[in-house]
Nanobody
């Protein structure tokens, strides 16, 4: 069955870095746009960064632009989120989601109004001194 599993979360000091990984199985990743979303306690889920099925187009939320980078390796069925210069306000549960490439008109649309086919269970990222 289709599955997404996140890894790489943890506790990091402000200014530190983490690399989140999203492992896909049970479906053909190259047919799906992928998004990274986060939800902090008491806040709504928000799209952080999204990438097209080919990897050719990306969207990055303004508040993380220049600090976060999304990438994917379809041959390895993996999607990554490199997070640098982390801030306490980046603390949240980070989840990856897969949306068939024909579903959302753009990757920005996926990030803003996700209609995903599959969701991972999430990885906690805590930025604290």
């Amino acid at each position: 069955q289709a599955r997404l599993v996140e890894s790489g979360g943890g506790l990091v000091h402000p200014g530190g870095s983490l690399r989140l990984s999203c492992a896909a199985s049970g479906f053909t990743l190259e047919y799906y746009d992928i998004g990274w979303f986060r939800q902090a306690p008491g806040k709504e889920r928000e799209g952080v960064s999204c990438i097209s099925h080919s990897g050719g187009t990306t969207y990055i939320k303004d508040s993380v632009k220049g600090r976060f980078t999304i990438s994917r390796d379809n041959a390895k069925n993996m999607v990554y989120l490199e997070m640098n210069s982390l801030k306490p306000e980046d603390t949240a549960v980070y989840s990856c989601a897969a949306s068939h490439r024909l579903r959302a008109p753009t990757v920005q649309a996926l990030c803003v109004r996700p209609e995903a086919d599959y969701w991972g269970q999430g990885a906690q990222v805590t930025v604290s001194s």
